[in-house]
């Protein structure tokens, strides 16, 4: 498609209750336009979130707090940084930032793909409840903190504490672990994990990695119910 | 809770028009810090011999004359004056160590914002917006400046409550976040002779690096220490006359944006407040891991 | 029969009066000493629902003044006393408004069973008031049955959505609540059944372990930025209430009014729950009487009491309760334990059940085991099925008259033709505590204790 055939959204001149009424009000069966382009968001929070509709969303600059969060079906391209919270409690969708994400990145996310060329900082995909984030670069502490379900992937390294009292997410790591938090182990990688990590890999669309390289970490699953030798890890 | 921001200048473009940038990064800020702002710059250093002091009187029509000739029969010479907002700016030719004192002695009516060779620190209650031009922040220039916004949590909304607090001379520090420990921590500074202000917390953060430096650390030292000593929720950033420096808490859930090009380095609680600096779009932008200070000087970058 | 009593008869005593030459420890009495023996069986801290137990000043210590020959009264029935509440309309486009000053607070599905949240919602749409959902998300039959529903945001975020969102009629920020300001959801493996783990995201029968700080912000500057999104997402069309556990309720206050709340709830530590530590129960916050005189000056300083609303609720029992909460500045209350026992929980019908499980009707707070006999606090579909919404619902309705009908007469008595124009001159207080955290004179004097009053 050319660009042309893109609506566009200036933020440095519209306000930005104006362009998420717009592309809420493409809801449902609602007639509009499909793709858009939303040029000068210049840190702006809550650029396109709460969308709805199978939107095509390119946004060209960085943008701050909860960029896309509660994403529904629509695909979101930041050609920059996103700040914290970047696709938060997204259901279903794509989110896909060029650049680095800040803290929070695909917390408490549903469904859906959340990528990102560069690294984020702390807490990738805290408390995720079957969001896939795939990372080409690192991500930063506490990652995966209370992870649900879901699948995280990571290129780099992860920084401390990564899966810390997590539950039944999977998380897959190709570079160095800092540390691992209570209750996280790494497992085996089996066939069926192998292929996860294909999947998850070429969703993602990265080049120059191979799943062999990826080692998986999960639960112990040893906090599940309280029990007496376990009390120092509360 | 608050905004901070932090602009180093590495070009002298930047050094011209460093209020003016700071002025719109705080802009920025007013959101997340509705109550009060301030602002540490650092520019036009005093010659050798002499010190800079910022003073605050409430009243706009304050008597700084008198003020100033009484420093000028204690100290020689005849100290220079200027006036911004309800702040005066004193040179006055003897070393800080004397002339704070001095002042702190025998002016009781008005509060020392700062003593220094090159600091001046301006802080006032109000809107980050009616801050700005009641200092006409625009108009001045300087080699680095940290600026503050401030949501008020545990502590009243007042002039002496408001940031950046200054630590020593030539010193300053801002603060985002919540600390847990800041009761115990004054009551013993206290026993060991730093005097606060206000209850605010960010008060006794600063009284903490004022007694650590006092006692012989320097300031990354010092910084360190806040990792042991202090309890709670930062993000600082710290000002000295060569540059100034950041630190998070190991928890590090408080925000900071990073971000360097050729013609300065810069630092904030939220991205679009560096995203007014020219060429922001094009810098590189980073964020500090906790538990790591991060620290600019003026030597290092020629 | 309990382990202790089962010990005792079997070494030869007899249920009755205890030897008056016996004395018992204040210090360690026998509940004391039960506690710690079973944390000594157990290893682990007692988990309990309910509220705090002990005395703590609360609004039986506060009496209104009533009519005199300087005030009048008002006439029932005829010369009308208004109840309507409009919460919500410092932003959103579409406010609350209801009938009467009293909603239901926020309880889960998964701490209480399916008919239950069905019966508070019948029970309060009848009556023209709201429900809350709480730690696990918006279940359909709430929704349906609710006419208005207010949609919470956990730390824990269990079943949030945005399609639920935008069905709420308004959104509450849970920052904490009384019964343990600082803690967050807890929900132990006997209630996690197939659909309670399915709504949560979560394996069926483990122990939920909870956040107690949001994943995506910490801090009012950047709740701000947060509530910023949901009015986004939202379209500015809902209200946004935030609410705190009593700590320090005059800058939580303050704070949530910077952030932008629409309106506030606050939640005295005699607040309730499903499933807490009894150390946080009753050993953290402050109470309901002292947290709202704290709220209300904290709005009045910033000069938005009325613009931005308080929500009291924590021990809200009857309607004297009610009208003191709104004479001290809320401009409304919420009810949880009282709605549950209400729908009938620790009735004395149930008592054969309560027996059973070596507990008492009016003594039952193991709300966090999920075997309750009334049907309410459990996941069992045998128990569940033994509660009848339809008649719960018509419960609650009736109590939730009877809380508004003691209101009205005690606003008429003080002279009010609106139960939001009881003021605090019209109280006085019967203990020194009550007083000085309420701000209101000791009865028949004109002293009230605080900074310099000795």
Redesign the interface.
Known sequence: MSVAERETVDLATTPLRELNQRLHDLAGDAHGPRRWRITNP????AVACGLDAELEVEID??V??YCAGMNKTAIVRVH??A??GVAENMMSGRVEIDG?A??YAGATAHGGLLVVHGNT??RCGISMKGVDICVRGDI??LSAFMAQTGRLLVCGDAGEALGDSMYEARIYVRGEVAGLGADCIEKEMRPKHLADVAELIEQAGFDGVRPEEFRRYGSARQLYTFKIDNAGAY | ???IVGLFAKSPEIERDLGRHVAAMLG?MS?????SAGVAIYREPVAAGFSKLVLQHPDLAHDWESLAADLGRMFGGEPSLERRGNHAVLVVAAEAAETEPFVRAHHPEVRVMSAGSVIEIYKETGRPEAFIEQFALAELSGTHALGHTR????SKVTTEGSHPFSTGLDLCLVH???LSNHGPLRRLLQRRGIEFQSLNDTEVAAGYLTWRMREGADLRTAMEGCLEDLDG?YTFAVGSAEGFAVLRDPI????A?MAENDDWVAMA????????LPGA?TAR???P??ATVYAWERERVA | MTAWMEAALAAGWRPGEPDPALRESYLYDRTVIAEIQRAAREGIYDIRGFGAKRKLPHFDDLLFLGASMSRYPLEGYRERCDTTVTLGARFAKRPLELKIPVTIAGMSFGALSGPAKEALGRGASEVGTCTTTGDGGMTPEERGHSTQLVYQLLPSRYGMNPDDLRKADAIEVVVGQGAKPGGGGMLLGHKISDRVAKMRDLPKGIDQRSAC?HPDW?????L??KIGELREITDWQKPIFVKVGAA?PY?DV??AV?AGADVVVVDGMQGGTAATQDVFIEHVGIPTLAAVRQAVDALQELDMHRTVQLVVSGGIRTGADVAKALALGADAVSIGVAAMIALGDNAPEHEQGYRKLGSAAGFYDDWQAGRDPAGISTQEPELAALFDPIAGGHRLANYLRVLTLECQTLARANGKSHVHNLDADDLVALTIEAAAMARVPLAGTDWIPGPGAF
């Open positions: 210049n840190g702006t929070h600059g960085h701050g707090y920059g940084n700040g914290p680095d800040s803290q900082s702390s930063g502490h | 809770m608050c905004g920025q959101d997340r810090g509705p109550d949501m008020a949590t545990e985002n976040g919540s929720f590090a859930c408080k925000p944006v609680s939220e991205y679009r407040a560096i995203a007014v779009s932008s980073w964020e891991s906790p | 700080r910490t801090g009012p500057d950047d701000e930025i320090r800058y303050q704070l910077k």
